[in-house]
């Protein structure tokens, strides 16, 4: 039997081609998304300094557990002042009892009680003791603060010394390079000898040699950045300004800094958590005394419809709490542990605190003479390069004032990155750094 064919000759052939389009133009795309991934996953994350900040405050796992423990010594506190208030409670029963005689009787009741607590030392101790411990962790989260902000101020300080070492290695590079040219046309032109030769090109290796330490600096650099951000994404991170830097105070009460630092003021809080658990501890062996009040209904049908309420005094006197007099021993032993300590970490702060300061402004100091020596080995470079180029100094001489640079330039940038490591510590210790 003939088939009806509705296609024309060529229409597969046409749909071959528009299928080919549409999978080659699909394959186009995908390579271009694929591309712009990889390309955004190779590219540097630009972060400023206040951007940094930000990051550590909303991402740090440190800081955020500290917060949370506050949180969670606010409630604990809170809840401990609610057994103050008076306490109400409903309660709704129903009993039944027989006899030999087959006899049955049911009993409804529908109550509604009061406690109130009149006088419980263990429960005022506990509310004592949970505002220590709410104090503790808010100084506590404070002294995180400090030294997270600090470790961040000392993590972008290093990625700023990193970046820059690699930018200046490339630059000894092709430095050394010209020199070693330079030199080696003088060997071809016989006024120089194959030992400076030798000693260029060794120079011109170890400048190649720097620059691959300082790119795995670099990259280390930036991994210790983003996991103190908290950062997901595997990529690199570049730094696009420098921490905030202020001058060293030249009057400075170190006693009142001591006090004053975080530190020392979680060690404190903690020294009084320890007096109020001794507090807390005691509570067990005194009496407590409650006011309990019930009115209701009761009878033998549902809804019960007869009256009856009680009022009533309670007075409770514990003996023989053998475990509560061991409480109270091993509290009132924390509680000197807790004072000795303090005591202890009161001195020590403050001689941090002392040789935090004397670093702080000698580090200012080496800044500015360092940037001075800087200044004077480039000028004594260019001036040396000029003299050996005619012949009026030698090799040697030529070749320490070249090195002579070369450590100068990178002594600046080492100095000026102790004196960020300075201040950071400084104000890590005296709390200076919030977010």
């Given at each position: ?9 060529g ?16 394959f ?7 591309a712009?991934?990889l ?30 423990n506050v ?36 009993n ?23 505002r ?18 600090g470790d ?30 330079l030199?080696t ?31 795995n ?71 407590a ?36 007099y061991y ?11 807790s ?33 001075v ?15 050996y ?11 320490r ?35």
């Amino acid at each position: 039997m003939p088939r009806l064919i509705l296609s024309k000759p060529g229409t597969s052939r046409t749909f071959s081609r528009a299928g080919k389009f549409v999978f080659y133009l699909f394959f186009y795309l995908n390579s271009v998304c694929i591309a712009k991934a990889l390309a955004e996953a190779r590219s540097p994350l630009s972060l400023n300094w206040k951007e940094a900040t930000s990051l550590l405050a909303q991402k740090n796992p440190a800081l955020q557990a500290a917060r949370q423990n506050v949180r969670s010594a606010e409630v604990k506190h809170g809840a401990a002042k609610w057994q103050l208030v008076p306490q109400l409670s409903a309660e709704f029963s129903l009993d039944r009892s027989g006899s030999e005689t087959g006899s049955q009787l049911s009993n409804y009741a529908a109550t509604l009680g009061l406690r109130q607590n009149l006088f419980n030392f263990s429960d005022f101790a506990g509310i004592q003791e949970t505002r220590a411990k709410l104090q503790a962790e808010q100084a506590a989260f404070h002294s995180a603060q400090a030294v997270l902000v600090g470790d961040l101020k000392r993590a972008f300080a290093t990625l700023v010394f990193t970046q820059s070492s690699v930018e200046l290695s490339e630059s000894i590079i092709q430095r050394r390079r010209q020199n070693l040219e330079l030199v080696t046309l003088r060997f071809e032109g016989g006024r120089e000898n194959a030992g400076s030769v030798e000693l260029s090109r060794a120079n011109f290796l170890e400048s190649e040699l720097s620059k691959s330490q300082a790119d795995n600096a670099l990259v280390l650099a930036q991994a210790q950045l983003g996991t103190l951000l908290d950062l997901e994404e595997v990529r690199p991170i570049r730094v696009t300004d420098k921490p905030p830097l202020t001058p060293p105070p030249l009057q400075v009460d170190f006693e009142s800094l001591a006090r004053q630092a975080p530190e020392l003021k979680k060690i404190v809080y903690e020294e009084e958590l320890s007096r109020a658990a001794v507090r807390s501890a005691w509570g067990k062996l005194i009496p407590a005394v409650n006011l309990n009040a019930n009115l209701g209904k009761q009878g033998e049908r549902f809804f019960p419809e007869g009256d009856r309420w009680t009022v009533g005094v309670s007075l409770s006197i514990p003996f023989g709490n053998g475990v509560a007099y061991y409480n109270v021993a091993a509290a009132k032993a924390a509680a000197q542990s807790s004072f000795y300590r303090r005591v202890d970490a009161t001195r020590t702060i403050r001689d941090r605190i002392r040789a935090a300061h004397n670093f702080y402004v000698e580090s200012d100091k080496a800044v500015q003479v360092a940037q001075v020596f800087l200044k004077a080995a480039r000028l004594r470079a260019q001036i040396s390069r000029q003299k050996y180029e005619t012949g009026l100094i030698s090799f040697d001489e030529w070749d320490r004032i070249e090195t002579d640079l070369v450590n100068r330039e990178t002594a600046f940038l080492r100095t000026s990155r102790d004196r960020v490591f300075a201040e950071a510590d400084w104000e890590s210790l005296i709390g200076g750094l919030n977010l």
